[in-house]
């Protein structure tokens, strides 16, 4: 069977290892007698699974509310690419025509306000929101004023598409923050596991030389106080040998 060691596991796996391997030496030191190195553990570990703790359930909220986010954010660029379309479509319609008193000024604002259509409507969100800002500004300007007017162009349109923009800075804001927020539940979560892996390997060797062989009652309880260690270890051993052998049979099963 493959080998696995304390800083493969998981970090959910080391939260649950540490818990267990606490709650079991918690118990011994109540019962007693005192046994001073071994119960040095105890505060050590307590620190470690709290920690341990707040950065799991920290990632899985973070990772929560980015989703909800990333959601929002959707939601908003596609009302901001609907609105962009509405309106260059509308003035290029305008542009289009085969006659009329305000084709020539209608494409001098088409060409102002779209000068590459649509092209970025699937850009970097902050990079279209800002071409967007940049079409509501010639549409909006004095210089277009009256060819907007005689075109009829639904001002609301246009109050509009600015609400949709506004909605999506902040939800692109929301999850930046959301990302930034993962990002340190991950980076200090991972001390926290190389804390634990140091302490399990610590009181592995501790208990492992506790006792002479001679005193079986001594390494019977050694055996139990590592035992919710020994039996992620071999959990992941398994697995690990598990997948190397469909590894193994995919491989041979390959002309």
Not at 17 to 36: F, I, S, T, Y
Request: glycine share 4%; hydrophobic share 45%.
């Amino acid at each position: 069977m493959a080998n696995a060691t304390a800083s493969e596991l998981s970090r959910s796996a080391k939260l649950d290892v540490g818990k267990a391997l606490l709650a079991r030496l918690v118990a011994r030191a109540n019962k007693g007698p005192n046994e001073d190195l071994l119960d040095s553990f105890i505060p050590q570990l307590e620190d470690t699974t709290v920690r341990l703790g707040v950065h799991v359930e920290g990632k899985a909220k973070a990772d929560a509310a980015r989703k909800a986010r990333l959601l929002r954010v959707e939601m908003a660029d596609c009302d901001v690419d609907t609105w962009l379309r509405h309106h260059e479509a509308f003035i290029g319609i305008e542009a289009r025509r085969r006659m009329g008193p305000n084709v020539e000024a209608a494409g001098a604002l088409y060409d102002a306000a779209f000068p590459e259509g649509v092209s970025y409507v699937d850009a970097y969100i902050p990079d279209e929101n800002a071409l967007c800002r940049g079409a509501i500004a010639v549409i909006r300007s004095p210089e277009h004023a009256a060819t907007v007017t005689a075109i009829g162009l639904p001002a609301e349109w246009t109050t509009k598409w600015e609400a949709a923009l506004a909605e999506s800075d902040v939800a692109f804001a929301d999850v930046r923050e959301a990302r930034e927020s993962r990002a340190a539940h991950v980076e200090e979560g991972r001390d926290a596991e190389d804390d634990f892996v140091e302490i399990a390997v610590r009181l592995r060797r501790y208990l492992d030389a506790r006792a002479p062989r001679s005193d079986k009652a001594k390494m019977a309880e050694s055996r139990e106080l590592i035992q919710p260690l020994q039996d992620a270890l071999n959990k992941l051993a398994m697995e690990k040998a598990s997948r190397a052998t469909r590894r193994k049979k995919n491989a041979e099963e390959v002309p």
